[in-house]
Structures are given as structure tokens and as C-alpha cells.
């Protein structure tokens, strides 16, 4: 049994696609009931409150956390003590910087360094940004052909969620991922611009980029979140803390295959758009 929490998220649900592909049985961790596909057992808790999660350690070998919650060291407790030998933590780009000032670094290396003290086998994947957050273009989108946001000179080499599923799923299930932290990126580094170009041709568009200020950006994105968040983006984009420009060869030596473009995973969502 393979516990997967977050399993409604983009990687958590990625994550699940990929072992029920397996036919591997899956223990699927969610705050509300919900309906899942054939061989998913379904489970509620809260991954902030430690004690909703001892229950579900019975009968798991393996489990995926994601960053950042209070419960996590608990559940790994209750899983070692219920026999699990294996945890695969989403951890992030950030994390290797090992900048515990940074905000959002900080809770992605705290959380390793709470894996790697759990005494189970660990493996720690850190991807790029997901290609998934240009879904926050939607709104945008559809009162217009504009796309405006931040950071508009980094290009970033942004990675499909479903390859960091099928990472995931590859880590949890095969010998040989122990004790390993994987860099994540998709096979080309695009700048927002181009895209907003790859985007617009999938869906028949003529779409453009503007890209804010950073005076424009630091009050967008402080009116979305907490301002050390802000910090911690600026400091990731606009004085180079991390790189995600960089293509990682990981996925593809890893899967045994290309890692997924843009392009492809705009065409698999265009409805969505």
C-alpha cells in the first residue's frame, strides 16, 4: 500500500494517475470525501493536525508528503513504527539553496531535513516551476488576449506535473532512488513571452505578453500573499537565488524518455483554457 497525501493536488494527483496506471494499491489522503478511481482506497485528514494521520500508517510501505505541514514528522513517526520503509517528499528548486531566510526555501528545507531524520529511505524531488501555474492566466484570458505578470526576462524551463508524478510514482515503487534528491525541469527553457506565443497558436489566438514592473509586480503579488513570500519570489527571480533556466537532464534519464514540452502539455489542456 502506497499513501499519497495531497492526492487532489497537481502533483499528488499526477502522483496517484501514475500507480493506479501500475496497479499498485493506493491510499488516497484528501481533507473531504470524494469519489476515486477503481483500486484507490480513499482516507480524510488534515495534514496540519498530526493525530487525524496515525491511522493511516497501518498496512503503508511507502508514502508521498508534500512540504510544509505540521503533521508530517507524526505520520512519518506512525509509519516507521507500522513498518513503511520509504517517503518521497515534493520538495522544491529552492531547496538546494539552502537559504533558510528565504521564506519559501525555508519550510522546503525544513521538510527534508524532517524526512531525512524520519529513519526511513527517502528520496527528495525538487522541481522547476509547473507548467500547470499558467492555468492563472485563465481569468485574464477570458476578458482578453493580454497576458500580464511578473518576472518577464527569467525564462524558465517549467516542468509538466505529470512527469514529476511519474518521477514520484518511479521513486515510491523501484529499488535504486534511496538517499537521492532529483532536480526537476521540462526539456526548454521559455521565457513568459514565448509561452504566451506557444499557448496562443495551440488555441487559435493571437495572445500577447506584458510584463509588470517590478514596482507593479510587488503590489500585485502582495495583494495575493504574505509579503516574505513576495521576498522569497524576488529573491528566487530577480536576484537569482535559484535556476530555473537551466534544462536538467533527470526526467528523461530517469523515464526513459523526453521530458514533456510545453506545447504538449498546452494541447492535453486547452479545454481548460
Known sequence: MILITGATGNIGGATLEALVGLSRPVRALSRTERAWPD???????????????????DGVEAVFLLSGYAGTARLLEAL?????????????SSAP?????????RYHIESERTVRDSGLEWTMLQPNSFMSNAL???????????????????????????????VAAL????????????????????????QVAILGRVLGRDLRWEGWSDEQAR???????????????FSFFADGLIDETTVQPTVPKL?????RSFEAWARAHADAF
Open 219 to 233: 503590489s500585485e503579488l502582495e495583494s495575493q500573499m504574505p509579503t516574505p513570500y513576495v521576498d522569497a519570489f
Open 80 to 92: 516507521r513504527g507500522a513498518g513503511a520503509t520509504r517517503a518521497v517528499l515534493l520538495s522544491s
Open 136 to 166: 492563472q492566466w485563465v481569468p485574464q484570458l477570458a476578458s482578453g488576449d493580454v497576458v500580464r505578470g511578473p518576472f518577464g526576462s527569467v525564462p524558465v524551463a517549467t516542468v509538466d506535473p505529470a512527469d514529476v508524478g511519474a
Open 97 to 105: 539553496s539552502g537559504d533558510e531566510t528565504n521564506a519559501v526555501a
Open 255 to 259: 523515464l526513459g524518455r523526453p521530458a
Open 171 to 194: 521513486a515510491l515503487t523501484e529499488p535504486g532512488h534511496a538517499g537521492r534528491a532529483y532536480r526537476l525541469s521540462g526539456p526548454e527553457s521559455l521565457l513568459p513571452e514565448q
Open 39 to 57: 483500486g484507490v482506497e480513499g482516507v480524510t485528514g488534515d495534514l496540519d493536525d498530526a493525530e487525524s494521520l496515525v491511522r493511516l500508517a
